[in-house]
Each structure stands twice: as C-alpha cells, then as structure tokens.
C-alpha cells in the first residue's frame, strides 16, 4: 500500500453540516488525526465512537504559530511512511481544509517532494456561515484576511471584509489598532463567535474601539467589517490621492490643473523641494508633513499628465522605484552582505553599473563625471563632480594642495579685479575661488551646501537680531550707523545666536 493523506474538512462547527462523504471517511479510517480536538464536531464525532489523535500538545511545545504547523506536517509525513511502502491515515481539520488552514497548504508543498499521495476533501468554512448570518453577497465585493498578519495597507473599505483567527482578546487588540488606521473609532463592527453552532453561536455589534472589549473570543471567532461607499475612509490611501488628481485633470476638474504642462509647473517642483528642506533645516515635523505633501503631489501631477499621453503612470513610478531599491540593495533582499555604509554604497555602484550594461550602456566607456544632474545648484554640483573626479584618482594627497590651490586662486581674483580685467573675467575668477573653496570642504568631510545653508541662517538670525533691538530703539537699519549695527551684531554673536 503506497503513503496516502487524506484531508477531511469538519466544516464551520455544526454537526449536521458535515458531509455524508466526510462522515464515511472518517468512520473507515484506521488511523485518525485532528489538529485540535477544540472543535464541536470533533466531540459530537467522539461521542459517536469515531476518535482521534489530536496535536493539541504541539502548541504548548511551540514558540509561534509557523513552528506548530511545521512540526504538525512533519509528523504526519513521517507517520505515513512509517511502515514499508506506506500507509493511509485521515487527518481531519477544522472548517474548509484550504480556507486559513496553514498545515494543508505545508502538505501540499511537501507531499509531492516525499512521493506521498495527497487527498483533499473539502468542508463548509467559516466563510460560507460568515455569509449567511451577516448578510451580505461577495460579488459586491469581499476580502478575507488573517488577524495575525492584518496590515492596513491589505484593506479596502469599499470591500466586505473578514478577519479570521482572531483568537483572544490580544489578537483583537491589535486588529483594532490596524482597522483604526482607517475607519473611524465608532465605526460599527460585528464579532461573531462559533456561528453555525447551536447554543453556541453569538453575533455581537460594537463600535470599532470596543472590539478588544468582548469576552468570548476562541478558535471559532471572527471580525465583520461592513462595506462602505465613504471615500474619506480612504483619505490615507494612495489609491485615493491618485483618483482625486485624475479627477482635478479631468474635464470636469479644476481649470488650472487642466492647463498645466511639464514646463509650467517645473518651478513649482523646485520651490516645492526647496520649502521641504527648509522645514528640515527648522526640525519641524508638523510643517514637514504638509510640505512633502506638496512635493509628493508635484510627482503626481507630473506623473498624471504623461499617464493622459500612454505614456506611463504613477503607478509605474512607483514599480519602477520598487524595482530599483530591491536590485541595489542586494545586501538586503539578496545574498550579498554589508557591514557597514561604506560596503553598501559599494554595492549600491555596483548594481547601478549592472543596470547599465543591461541597457547596453557600457559604464566603462562613460566619462567618470557622468550622472551628474545638470540643473543642480552650482555649489552642489561642484561638490559632487569634484568626488567623482577624486574617486577617479584626480586630486590631491593632502588638504595642503586644496589650501594653496585656495590661495592661487584667489591671488588671481585679485589681480583680475585691481587690474580691471573684463566683468567676464573677474566672474570666471571669482568662480574658480568657490570651485576650490569646495575641494577643502571635500577634504573635511563637509558638504558645502549645508555649511553655506547654515553661515545663511545664522546671518539671517543674527541680522534679525540687530533689527528688532533697532525696532526698540525706534529705529530702522537705514536710519543707524554702521559702528552701531556691527556693535548690535557682536552683541548677537556673544549671545550665541547661530
């Protein structure tokens, strides 16, 4: 006789629901597991003579929940190659055996591998009594989810939705912190325990943040969530942003967002990006918040005017970003390793010069400078060219050659401005002194942009200084002296405002 498992679902709880064709099974079975004898049926089945091995105990052996089915399906292959050339055993489980049933799903991976005959005999589910007893057609709409693993990003609120497995008053706990993400805290829910079960079936309403408030839970609970039409359930959901910008450039929209093109709102994803480094510069996450909105819906519309072309859609953005963070962090999602931001950048340069070759770009053939966004601001792009370049090789050994080349350079913006050279070529000279300003700051590991990002705000704070003690005195700066405004801002200075 060769290996065989057969798989009898005990269905939703009700004796009377279990099939003529699963009640045969089970009676003829020499041998009979159950993964939990915490099933009525399993004791209506036992009172009737047909008993069970049950792998209660496993769960007490366990740390979690995966290790438990593991070991359930490793003990059920190994009983049923027990004996030479196999034999036949039933193991029963409760409701559908493929509706949340975690150790069906491991037989049906491992069977195959072990040339062990799998059979699989359904049973009504949880899912089929769910319907009847809330009342509502899936067509509509329907989603089942896993308490354990519930994320608000799984959930639509336009959807039915159930939560199975929700075990214990913990488990509730923490479905009603996901569902609070988006539904409101009164937002009716219903509980229902053992439905289908006689004398034991209770179907409970409950605004949403008493759902961990209820006694009752077990291995036959669950959670209903209504479906609802109300889009501002959806108000944190990407879905929802990328409706309403459809809507805004749509006919029916707005008229200026309808006009808009690449180019007329290219400064505004400037300043945009500009006001959300400000509000990082300030710490201020409040204002952070609402500035990053306003750059994320920048993209939007950007991404929305090529998606009325064919050309591509966010969505696509957002694949193709996904797609990249996952390629260049081998480190991570790979088999590669990093043991620190240095080896990660390494293999972020590495993956990136891959992609290329696979575009049939040939990195080795591009100039070293080369991915350098031209539109940057001239003080960061020197930065950025000059680490290119000394990655390369070309530069100093020591800060010593960046402090003379500082002093050569600005020898010559002198001698361009005293010998009255042409504006050209005091700009080009004057130009040279910050070019060579930045490969110190190089050196010393600072990024020039932020050091003269943060001389600005100090100058601005301590001129703000100055003009509100004149303000006091009845006075504006126009109106003071030289001599007074530099003892004003000396005065700032040794009151330490940076």
Not at 70 to 83: F, Q
Not at 149 to 157: E, F, K, Q
Not at 187 to 202: F, N, R, T, W
Not at 445 to 473: C, N, Q
């Amino acid at each position: 006789m060769s290996a065989i498992i057969t798989v009898v679902g005990l269905g939703s709880g009700d004796p009377d629901r279990l099939t003529l064709g699963s009640l045969k099974q089970l009676q003829v079975a020499q041998e009979r597991y159950v993964r939990t004898k915490d099933h009525p049926v399993v004791t209506w089945l036992e009172e009737t003579g047909v008993t069970f091995s049950s792998f209660d105990e496993v769960y007490e052996e366990k740390a979690d929940f995966p290790s438990v089915y593991k070991e359930i399906t490793e003990r059920l292959i190994t009983r049923a190659k027990s004996e030479s050339g196999g034999k036949a055993i039933v193991y029963a489980v409760p409701g559908h055996p493929m509706v949340a049933e975690a150790t069906v799903k491991l037989l049906r991976e491992r069977c195959p591998q072990e040339e062990i005959e799998l059979n699989v005999i359904g049973g009504e589910s949880f899912i089929d009594e769910a319907f009847l007893r809330f009342g509502f057609d899936p067509i509509e709409g329907f989603q089942l989810l896993d308490a354990s693993g519930l994320s608000p990003a799984n959930i639509d609120p336009r959807m039915h939705t159930l939560i199975g497995q929700v075990y214990d008053v913990f488990t509730a706990s923490e479905v009603k912190l996901s569902l609070m993400e988006i539904y409101p805290d009164d937002y009716q829910v219903v509980i229902g325990h053992a439905l289908g079960v006689d004398e034991q079936e209770q179907i409970i309403t409950v605004p949403l943040y008493e759902l961990d408030r209820t006694e009752g839970y077990g291995n036959l609970s669950l959670v209903y969530v209504p479906a609802s039409k109300d889009d501002n359930l959806r108000i944190r959901s990407f879905q929802r942003l990328h409706e309403i910008v459809t809507i805004l450039r749509s006919p029916e929209g707005c008229p200026w967002d309808r006009e808009q093109t690449h180019q007329s709102i290219r400064k505004n994803l400037i300043e945009e990006t500009y006001e959300v480094l400000e509000t990082i510069d300030d710490d201020d996450p409040d204002h952070m918040r609402e500035e990053l909105g306003d750059l994320l819906l920048q993209i939007m519309l950007h991404s929305q005017i090529e998606e009325e072309t064919g050309a591509f859609t966010v969505y696509d953005v957002v694949q193709e970003l996904n797609e990249k963070l996952l390629y260049r962090h081998p480190h991570v999602f790979g088999e590669l390793s990093a043991e620190d931001a240095e080896a990660a950048l390494n293999n972020w340069e590495a993956m990136k010069a891959e992609e290329k070759r696979q575009k049939g770009i040939r990195p080795e053939e591009l100039s070293v400078l080369d991915g350098v966004p031209r539109d940057l601001p001239a003080l960061m792009k020197a930065y950025k060219l000059q680490k290119k370049a000394a990655k390369a090789g070309f530069d100093w050994d020591h800060i010593d050659g960046a402090w003379s080349k500082i002093e050569e350079e600005l020898g010559e913006l002198k001698d361009a401005v005293q010998g009255g050279l042409d504006p050209l070529e005091q700009t080009r000279e004057l130009g040279d002194v910050l070019f060579s300003i930045v490969n110190v700051a190089r050196f010393i590991g600072v990024d020039p942009e932020e050091a003269l990002s943060l001389t600005i705000l100090k100058f601005v704070r301590r001129f703000g200084y100055v003009e509100e003690i004149l303000r006091e005195r009845g006075k504006t700066p126009r109106e003071s002296t030289l001599v007074e405004m530099d003892n004003l801002w000396d005065e700032a200075k040794a009151k330490g405002i940076q």
